[in-house]
């Protein structure tokens, strides 16, 4: 069975950091275009990061562009999304998910993700 499980979440201070990570089971990132989201409370989901294999390129949204970094290690099938500078409106709720897009056509994160986890919460302090 495919799935993605998220860890890395917890409480921390404004300005602090912290690493979430993402591992599939049942499935390689490397055919898939993989994405950041999150979801505070009484919010719409948000996207943050997209990695799209159209152009090896990841997307950021401008709330968290310069704070947010994503990466990934294939042999671990694992991706993590570095948060720096973190701030208090950072709290919600983070979800990975990935498309299957073995022939590179997906453009955005914006819709069509096969998987997606169950998320992990992130709660920053003031």
């Known amino acids: 069975e495919a799935q993605l499980v998220e860890s890395g979440g917890g409480l921390v201070q404004a300005g602090g950091s912290l690493r979430l990570s993402c591992t599939a089971s049942?499935?390689?990132?490397?055919?898939?275009?993989v994405g950041w989201f999150r979801q505070a409370p009484g919010k719409e989901r948000q996207g943050l990061s997209c990695f799209t294999r159209r152009d090896g390129i990841t997307h950021y949204a401008d709330s968290v562009k310069g704070r947010f970094t994503f990466s990934s290690d294939n042999a671990k099938n694992t991706v993590y999304l570095q948060m720096n500078s973190l701030k208090p409106e950072d709290t919600a709720i983070y979800y990975c998910?990935?498309?299957?897009?073995?022939?590179?056509?997906?453009?955005?994160?914006?819709?069509?993700?096969?998987?997606w986890g169950e998320g992990t919460l992130v709660t920053v302090s003031s």
């Open positions: 049942g499935f390689a990132f490397d055919e898939y275009t």
């Open positions: 998910a990935a498309e299957f897009d073995p022939i590179r056509v997906a453009t955005d994160c914006d819709s069509g993700m096969d998987y």
